[in-house]
């Protein structure tokens, strides 16, 4: 089946976009650059233990929506195929619609989609810092520990789409200190160009001098050491192979093991064999060695419980048996199911949800798989379907546009169930077949 990888939308997007200059104005929404490249010296909420990984169910946090009017001069990055088209019929990418219903009047941007009741729809920015905060309070108020802040390595290059990155991750920050979260950065090399790599070394040091984010009290840090990940080590494009090396990705990791940091990687589901998706080089396995902890991207590799079952069996454990006798920590990716018919035309909820059951299967399989920590993907995708947060059951409607719901169930249903995964995980309660999360 097709190997899905989260950054398809990324490099569709991107690289038809014409950035125009930020537009700095209104409140919260439009930061100046020296606020944003500074060192965090507001309120901090001592909340989980930010020293360790082990026993945290984390998220991915993509941090790459834009509206027209948001203050950073991007347009409608990643809700449409255009940037610089309204998002509207005709022009959308998503596949869920989030949830509006909690979010200020100045969180929300109006589209040209209307819904049943002739509303007009909106949606919201990842500029806007009201709205990340909000998002972290809602993995405080759900159990879940933290997040992985998305940085498109590919995108570091031009000052006004890095700004964009340097605004979310300011905003995360935020968040997370607020919230009592945690938070790392995860540096995402699809799309990277050969010798790229050095950027992501110029861009680390400088959020280490200017932000000094490691010294930030929600960073996370694991084995005594602040974490940052690295993904898209290893993986076969088939007929076009990755432009970034092996060599570059193992001078990256030693790079940053000489900066005093705990690597994570994001490696391709055959990282153990060689196999599949992973390029079939020995080599992959010495950049491997060199880290601290290995996650294999798992999105669209099973499809149902059943094959969960069987892929647990087949690869998390023996993947996890690996890691162990290497000295490297293993963390799963575990997603809600996946669509991605508006972006690419394929069939609409191409893996479904099946009412949590299919996202409970994964949590309970790596329980029993030994696995003490955990990667959901993701809190805020909803490009590729595999959004947590809160989405509508009463998307726009029209136009011969087709969306996903939660199938009825209640908009938070699936921070609930990302929570408690986060019980199992600690031992607060015992893995069950049955889903524990109780509808109101």
């Not at 049943?116 to 879940?144: C, L, P, Q």
């Not at 590919?154 to 700004?163: C, D, I, K």
């Not at 590799?301 to 094959?307: A, C, Q, W």
């Amino acid at each position: 089946m097709r190997h899905h990888l989260r950054t398809f939308s990324t490099t569709i997007l991107l690289t038809s976009l014409t950035f125009l200059a930020i537009a700095i104005s209104g409140q919260n929404r439009c930061a100046a650059k020296e606020d944003v490249l500074r060192p965090y010296d507001g309120p901090s909420v001592h909340g989980v233990d930010t020293s360790t990984l082990t026993s945290k169910v984390m998220t991915g946090y993509q941090g790459w929506f834009n509206c027209q009017g948001d203050g950073a001069g991007l347009g409608w990055t990643h809700w449409g195929r255009s940037s610089r088209r309204k998002l509207a019929p005709g022009n959308v990418t998503v596949d869920l619609w989030p949830d509006m219903s909690e979010l200020g009047p100045d969180e929300r941007y109006a589209t040209g989609f209307h819904h049943a009741d002739g509303s007009v729809a909106e949606v919201f920015s990842s500029y806007n810092k009201k709205t990340v905060m909000r998002h972290f309070e809602w993995m405080r108020d759900y159990g879940i520990d933290g997040a992985f802040v998305q940085r498109f390595a590919n995108g570091l290059r031009s000052e006004e789409m890095r700004h964009h990155k340097d605004v979310v991750l300011s905003n995360a920050r935020a968040g997370a200190n607020q919230a009592g979260r945690t938070y790392a950065v995860m540096y995402d090399l699809t799309s990277l160009r050969a010798g790229g790599t050095d950027q992501v070394r110029k861009d680390w040091l400088m959020l280490q001098s200017k932000m000094q984010i490691t010294k930030d009290p929600a960073y996370l840090h694991h084995k005594g050491r602040p974490v940052v990940a690295v993904w898209g080590v290893g993986f076969n494009d088939g007929n076009k192979p990755r432009k970034y090396t092996l060599a570059e990705c193992k001078e990256l990791v030693t790079f940053l093991k000489n900066e005093g940091c705990t690597v994570m990687l994001g490696v391709p589901t055959g990282w153990r064999n060689l196999d599949r998706d992973c390029l079939p080089d020995p080599e992959v396995h010495e950049v491997l060695k060199l880290a601290d902890i290995v996650s294999p991207w798992t999105i669209g590799r099973y499809r149902n419980p059943k094959e969960v079952a069987r892929h647990a069996d087949n690869i998390w454990q023996p993947d996890n048996t690996w890691c162990k006798e290497h000295d490297l920590d293993y963390l799963p990716v575990l997603f809600p199911g996946f669509s991605w018919h508006n972006l690419t035309g394929e069939k609409l909820n191409s893996i479904p949800r099946l009412k949590g059951k299919f996202l409970w299967s994964q949590i309970v399989a790596a329980k029993r798989a030994g696995c003490d920590m955990l990667y959901v993907a993701m809190f805020d995708e909803v490009d590729e379907g595999t959004a947590i947060f809160k989405c509508t059951n009463q998307p726009p409607t029209g136009n011969g546009v087709k969306f996903l719901t939660y199938e009825g169930l209640p908009n938070d249903y699936y921070l609930r169930l990302t929570g408690m995964a986060g019980k199992m995980l600690r031992g607060e309660m015992s893995p069950t077949d049955e889903i524990p999360v109780k509808l109101d």
